[in-house]
Nanobody, 121 residues
Framework: QVQLVESGGGLVQAGGSLRLSCAAS????????MGWYRQAPGKQRELVAA???????NYADSVKGRFTISSDNAKNTVYLQMISLKPEDTAVYYC???????????????WGQGTQVTVSS
């Protein structure tokens, strides 16, 4: 089994900062990529940022320049540093990881349980 555990969400005022963490554990051979998605009430889940095992990153236009994704491959952990937060960043943030459990099969996507980020105006 594979588990993703997120932490770091909370309530912050507009302009503030938060750092999210997501640690993967369990039967892991390798991690191909990790990323953060978010879902606001009444909206579809959207990609916020992603990072590959090689360090390539991808960001949603709405967070470029404000959010930074990074990873610690030795700890199977991905981080999302968020600064200059806006009320429209309020959402449940989910971690997703594409993980290979052995070298002979393709990776599968696994999701965390989500962590609430609320930005007050």
């Amino acid at each position: 089994q594979v588990q993703l555990v997120e932490s770091g969400g909370g309530l912050v005022q507009a302009g503030g900062s938060l750092r999210l963490s997501c640690a993967a554990s369990g039967s892991i051979y390798s991690i191909n990529a990790m990323g953060w998605y978010r879902q606001a009430p009444g909206k579809q889940r959207e990609l916020v940022a992603a990072i590959t095992s090689g360090g390539s990153t991808n960001y949603a236009d709405s967070v470029k320049g404000r959010f930074t994704i990074s990873s610690d491959n030795a700890k199977n952990t991905v981080y999302l540093q968020m600064i200059s937060l806006k009320p429209e960043d309020t959402a449940v943030y989910y971690c997703k990881s594409n993980i290979k459990r052995n070298p002979f099969i393709r990776g599968n996507d696994y999701w965390g349980q989500g962590t609430q980020v609320t930005v007050s105006s």
